[in-house]
């Protein structure tokens, strides 16, 4: 019985001694590591950003033009009937007033469709659309990093996600 | 007589109940840090995706147009 009574303090002993030695390398090593970490992901957002004014630009300049590329070209692609689909829509919302959100609905499925068609990297041989895609691509992302409000500016948002 | 060896027991056991509080928090509060990186870098990969197509667009097009021209 003594004998199994020490074993048991022992095993205890080597339990907590195990436990406060996770803790102490949890809160020493690892916490401070991913806190430099995330410092250097924030630098890397910063200096991203730039480039994605750049690209929400474009977007925003070439947004008139894209739309009637759009509803022009019809290819048999898979995507044609969701051109057909954002045709559609934009007609729709075209004839609604041009609110804020439907501008923003509308660039989400422009955008949509063409990273579709770029994400898998098919032939397209039109500057336009590779123009307008550039900048609708972005807009896209940007979009999703605001889904409720209707200026695009995500990384203002982020900053007080953050905050 | 068993009494000395439960009174350290006990004693050891309280001992693990706070390390195990704390290091809970901890636990915790580094699966907090974590979701906030993993929140930003979602951004992040976003626009890698950005540039990525932007660079497969540009190689085709200047495929298509012929002005690739080789690496200097």
């Known amino acids: 019985m003594e004998q199994i009574d020490q074993e048991i303090t022992l095993q205890l002993q080597r339990i907590d001694s195990n436990l406060n030695h996770c803790f102490a390398k949890i809160s020493r090593e690892i916490i401070p590591c991913v806190e430099k970490y995330g410092s250097v992901c924030d630098e890397l957002v910063d200096s991203v950003s730039h480039l994605a004014g750049l690209f929400r630009g474009t977007g925003d300049v070439a947004l008139q033009g894209q739309?009637?590329?759009i509803s022009e070209s019809q290819?048999?692609?898979?995507?044609?009937?969701?051109?057909?689909?954002?045709?559609?829509?934009?007609?729709?919302l075209?004839?609604?007033?041009?609110?804020?959100?439907?501008?923003?609905?509308?660039?989400?499925?422009?955008?949509?469709l063409l990273q579709q068609e770029y994400g898998s990297s098919s032939p397209r041989e039109e500057e336009e659309d590779y123009v307008a895609e550039e900048g609708t691509l972005p807009s896209v992302a940007v979009l999703k990093f605001n889904t409720g409000?209707?200026?695009?500016?995500?990384?203002d948002d982020n900053g007080g996600d953050e905050a | 007589m068993e009494n000395p060896h439960e009174q350290v027991q006990i004693n050891i056991l309280s001992r693990i109940l706070s390390n195990v509080e704390r290091l809970n928090q901890s636990?915790?509060?580094l699966n907090q840090e974590l979701?906030?990186?993993?929140?930003?870098?979602?951004?992040?990969?976003?626009?890698g995706q950005i540039c990525e197509n932007y660079h497969n667009s540009i190689q085709f097009n200047l495929d298509t147009t012929g002005n690739r021209k080789p690496p200097l």
Do not use: C, H
Request: proline share 3%; net charge negative; no cysteine.
């Open chain 1, 67 to 69: 739309e009637n590329v």
């Open chain 1, 75 to 92: 290819p048999a692609e898979k995507t044609e009937d969701v051109e057909d689909g954002i045709n559609a829509d934009v007609d729709t």
């Open chain 1, 94 to 112: 075209e004839t609604n007033s041009t609110n804020d959100s439907t501008r923003q609905r509308r660039k989400r499925k422009v955008s949509l």
């Open chain 1, 149 to 155: 409000n209707n200026n695009i500016n995500p990384y």
């Open chain 2, 27 to 29: 636990v915790s509060t």
């Open chain 2, 35 to 47: 979701a906030n990186i993993n929140r930003k870098n979602n951004n992040l990969e976003i626009m």
